[in-house]
């Protein structure tokens, strides 16, 4: 099973049309993940983040700078909040909320 998870880029979607901004749709899958684990749900946050990066301008294999700058984004939080809501696992919504957490005390 695939989740067909909308990583939108650059501004909210509101203005999207106006701006001429596009937006991303990256299958993030999660079939073979039961998500009430916690051990299977950091594994989705990880499948998350990757896409993120990917829809946001950066990859796996771009600099740890780029990617971190990349994280700190709009476009990288917007898509994963937005990514984690779709889902509505309260397992992965609170990994992603105590990752974010931990994040921002860096």
Do not use: W, Y
């Not at 998870?5 to 990256?26: F, M």
């Not at 993030?28 to 983040?49: E, K, Y």
């Not at 896409?51 to 780029?66: I, K, M, W």
Request: with cysteine; hydrophobic share 45%; charged share 20%.
């Amino acid at each position: 099973m695939f989740c067909a998870i909308a990583l939108t880029l650059a501004a909210p979607a509101a203005s999207q049309a106006a701006a001429g901004e596009e937006s991303v749709a990256i299958a993030v899958r999660h079939g073979d993940l039961n998500l009430t684990q916690s051990r299977d749900a950091a594994i989705m946050v990880r499948r998350l983040d990757t896409a993120a990066l990917q829809a946001c301008g950066a990859s796996s294999f771009s600099l740890r700078e780029v990617q971190q700058a990349t994280r700190e984004s709009a476009c990288f939080k917007d898509s994963m909040n937005r990514a984690v809501a779709a889902l509505g696992s309260p397992t992965v919504n609170a990994i992603h909320r105590d990752r974010g957490a931990s994040l921002a005390s860096n």
